[in-house]
DNA sequence: GGCTCTTCCTAGTAGCCCTAGTTTAAGCCT
DNA sequence: AGGCTTAAACTAGGGCTACTAGGAAGAGCC
């Protein structure tokens, strides 16, 4: 019997899922898994993360961050449409990358509170995005419509993608440099607010 | 003892699934839940249905179905941008009516082919879309780049809405409009081919 | 009625999540 | 250094799940 004691943290437990989650699927991380890999009995993750899904909220912030610094440095310096390229490449680079973490950023959100406070990942990436489309002309109400297209057509390719959504022959790549360009041109050209609007 | 004999088909254990996953959302979905809201014991679901990997299939390919329809239903005798917000809307009710079944549909694909060739609904689905397409004057590869671009925005939209991400005063159904539009207009004014492709 | 077929059952294994209570390693204090 | 405190990791166990194997009992056919 080692019995050398593991030294876990919420931090190490958090990490081991997000890597598990990476190489598995993030459905396929459990506490036993999670466990086997730190060398540890399952009982003993308790003692640092609260539940199951406390562990996957944990995956999800961490994944976050990791994303939202990503594209902070991928657009930091660039502007308009060089900003907005690299701004999407960032962010489907991340998804390539990381898998498991990057659907563990789509659950419906049940995160404690408490822990999501001390995360700047998600306020940080909502701001991220507000500031590169401003440079679009953009004011509200349509700068929020903006955002909300941008991170569909974003995170609605990558999760296709994933889900080998896109059989067809035609390269996968070639799409999505057209569809960032399609991004591109419609916030350019921003159709006008007043039609088939009667209210 | 009753045994009465339940009367169970493999589509009557989809059924049940389905709408337990459109209840309880589709990882709640387990062979007991579905065996206790038929009334029948977990193991004698198994001679239905292979295994629980199956049964979600076997949901997947009856939500495609379904949506199809819904969707060829919509845009019969519509052209042009009307055809693309009645396809737009289905959709996104659809998946506002059948949450569980929707997110069936979006798993990585490991469907028993033979199951999926009895199945019309995905092929039929794509078979719309490339038609609907068409008459916005796109030709290969274009059409298909436009076809991912809309599965793309389509999806995003709806399945960041379910997941709360749109938690902005701004009112979702506000975005959706103008995501619908904005999509038809970029597929109105399809960019050029030669920008920035050097090779 | 007897035969067969399928349906549905009971019984059982193994893995998972999570709790309660126990042992023991690590760090501090004198 | 030896003893105390803290908490890290353990053992044990309950309850739920997926799935298998083999048995009983309805339904249709002769």
Redesign the pocket.
């Known amino acids: ?1 080692r ?7 919420a931090d190490r437990v958090t990490l081991a899922g997000a890597e598990l989650a990476d190489e598995v699927g993030l459905d396929h ?8 890999r730190l ?17 996957r909220g944990r995956i999800a912030l961490l994944a976050a961050d990791e994303k939202t610094i990503r594209i902070a440095e991928a657009i930091a310096g660039r502007a308009g449409k060089d900003a907005l390229v690299a701004y999407a490449n960032a962010y489907r680079q991340y998804a390539h990358d990381h898998p498991g973490r990057y659907t563990a950023t789509q659950i419906p959100i049940q995160i404690d509170p408490e822990l999501l406070a001390g995360a700047p990942g998600p306020r940080r990436a909502v701001e991220l995005t507000y500031s590169m489309l401003r440079a679009y002309a953009l004011r509200e109400p349509d700068l929020t419509d903006a955002v909300r297209i941008m991170r569909s057509m974003l995170h609605g390719f990558v999760s296709l993608e994933a889900a080998g959504g896109f059989a067809h022959a035609r390269p996968v790549e070639d799409s999505w440099l057209r569809c960032v360009d399609g991004l591109h041109t419609l916030l350019e050209h921003w159709p006008a607010h007043d039609e088939g609007d009667p209210a």
Do not use: C, F, I, P
């Not at 019995?3 to 943290?9: I, P, S």
């Not at 991380?29 to 086997?36: D, G």
């Open positions: 019997m019995m050398v004691r593991a030294g876990l943290t991380v459990t506490m036993s898994a999670v466990a086997r060398g540890v009995k399952d009982a003993s993750l308790y003692a640092h993360v609260r539940n199951l899904e406390d562990l």
